[in-house]
């Protein structure tokens, strides 16, 4: 068997639960993106609802996932990479799902047009990577189309890492009120873990794309 049939056989087994991961986090960020464009706290509530449920439904795929390892012998790439791959899916889709709860329980008086940008640019996160998984399967012969999406998620960290500490300078320099003055910072400090552990996600698999 060649290379790229084995890399296609035992990836058979494996892709398809990431490509359902993907799935879930991707409709996750999308009602995520739409949870901070709203001020009705019923709205807020259902959309914080689906991304629960897409987070259930993620947890189900991963542990379905890991199951299926105990009978898989060979792997698409190194056994370790695609454990933390997978951990690290499932640590994107439950800061999402921290991401919303906090606006849910803090109830802040206002979104702030920074909040708004970085639920955005997690979405795009989302997005990117969801392709990226898709080529997953064609990372040993296409490693450069991988490589210039990871770098792509990493550009979004960056300007992500920018608009959070111009919107604590923001806060402190104009908040007033020191409980909403928490609550800001929680909840931006939240979103802003969640654009670096898509980093993460990239930076593996640009060590998988890179050692294929």
Not at 24 to 35: E, N, Q, Y
Not at 192 to 206: P, Q, V, W
């Amino acid at each position: 068997m060649s290379f790229f049939s084995f890399f296609k056989t035992s990836g058979d087994k494996i892709f398809p639960y990431f490509e359902k991961q993907a799935a879930s986090f991707v409709a996750a960020a999308g009602h995520l993106s739409d949870l901070v464009r709203t001020s009705e706290v019923s709205e807020r509530k259902n959309h914080y609802r689906n991304i629960k449920l897409c987070e259930t439904q993620g947890d189900a795929v991963i542990t379905t996932l890991y199951e299926e390892m105990v009978e898989i012998k060979s792997t698409p790439f190194d056994r370790a990479d695609v454990q933390a791959l997978a951990a690290m899916l499932d640590d994107f889709l439950d800061m999402i799902n921290d991401s919303a709860k906090r606006i849910i329980i803090y109830l802040p008086k206002r979104i702030d047009p920074q909040v708004i940008e970085l639920a955005d640019y997690i979405k795009e996160d989302a997005v990117v990577l969801e392709q990226l998984i898709g080529q997953l399967k064609f990372i040993a012969d296409r490693p450069m189309q991988v490589l210039q999406k990871c770098e792509r998620i990493t550009q979004i960290e960056h300007a992500s890492d920018d608009v959070f500490g111009e919107y604590m300078t923001f806060l402190f320099e104009n908040e007033k009120d020191a409980i909403e003055l928490v609550k800001y910072k929680n909840i931006v400090e939240a979103l802003e873990d969640t654009t670096d552990s898509a980093k993460d996600i990239a930076g593996l698999i640009r060590k998988i794309a890179i050692e294929k």
